[in-house]
């Protein structure tokens, strides 16, 4: 069994999310050709934690490497990115690789990243061992992002939210969710969630999009996403959760209206992209009512946060739109 990265609420706060006092926990040059390392995947693998993590080098290129460890919190990333063998088909063009994330489903670990296929598209991948990786056909046609396939088949089918965009540093975005029979044919595209208007939440108003994989609770899916709002300072990026019905999860139960983590540590406010703090991976403990919460920073560094499932669900119930 894997101890349970956790840290507890510093006296004197009463934050439902609060972050780790060492953070950022994955330095921008922790491995050789690193210039940033951010918005990466976790996940209980063997007797630790196995990760796939965005490392952009030093010639800015984008692409994910594995990474391993035994606590959770300190890692050991692969010098060399993850090379791709065929799965499900032959063509495993990409011009990057950026933002992954990962769930365990059934058999094997599945990866999904934002792929580089004449624009930002979903890429699949799958792993038993963080050590071959099989890649398979592109989930859409491009401009798509922030591909997050949810842990287990619904209705008989794999579900994965995604958030269509254009080209470029998309000024938009809703959530919308999609089905395979097969993974490798998509379907059935359903909206799931909208931006909000400005005067009723503005931090959630320019786009938003799914963060880590979906948690199964009590109350439905617990889905953290994030929100832009665009400043006078440029995009804004915070965190914010909701619940999703659990056989129909394209309809939204509760979702927040105060964000329930935004960019106020130095690390989170200063690096190549100023003021973001991006969720991509949550590991959970429903034993422990545990959450630990893994985000990029700034574009920059990687860190954590910590919760109560219970006191989550609680905030977001009692703090929906």
């Known amino acids: 069994m894997s101890k349970f990265p956790w840290q507890d609420r510093p006296e004197n706060s009463n934050d439902v999310l609060w972050r780790y006092d060492e953070n950022p926990i994955i330095d921008r040059y922790a491995i050789p050709t690193s210039n940033s390392i951010f918005n990466s ?13 965005r490392c952009d080098n030093k010639a800015v290129q984008m692409n994910i490497f594995a990474g391993f460890s035994k606590d959770g ?50 890429g699949i991948a799958y792993t038993f061992d963080f050590k071959e990786f099989f890649q398979c056909e592109n989930a859409f046609l491009p401009f798509n992002r922030n591909g997050v396939l949810f842990p287990q088949k619904i209705n008989g089918k794999y579900a994965m939210l995604s958030r269509p965009s254009d080209n470029g540093h998309t000024p938009f975005g809703d959530i919308y969710i999609s089905y395979s029979p097969d ?30 994989v979906p948690i199964l609770t009590d109350e439905g899916w617990l889905l953290f996403y994030h929100g832009v709002i665009n400043t006078c300072n440029g995009f804004r990026y915070s965190v914010g959760a ?33 003021n973001v703090v991006f969720p991509c991976a949550a590991l959970h403990s429903h034993e422990e009512n545990k959450l630990a919460l893994y985000y990029g920073a700034a574009d920059t560094v990687t860190a954590m946060a910590f919760g109560h499932l219970t006191e989550i669900i609680d905030f977001i119930k009692k703090n929906s739109l």
Not at 90 to 118: A, L
Not at 253 to 270: H, I, V
């Open 242 to 274: 909701a619940i999703l019905d659990v056989n129909e999860p394209d309809k939204v139960k509760y979702r927040t209206q105060p964000y329930m983590l935004g960019p106020a540590e130095m690390y989170e406010m200063a690096g190549d992209v100023p």
């Open 41 to 53: 995947a976790v996940v209980p693998f063997e007797d630790g934690y196995a990760g796939v993590f």
């Open 73 to 122: 919190i300190n890692w050991d990333i692969n010098h060399e990115p993850i090379q791709m063998k065929a799965g499900n088909t032959q063509m495993i063009d990409s011009d990057y690789k950026y933002d992954p994330r990962v769930t365990f489903i059934e058999d094997r670990y599945w990866v999904t990243w934002c792929n580089g296929y004449h624009g930002p598209t979903i």
């Open 183 to 212: 993974m490798k044919y998509w379907g059935e595209h359903r909206c799931v969630m909208k931006v909000t208007p400005f005067e009723d939440s503005a931090w959630q108003c320019t786009k938003i999009g799914a963060g880590p």
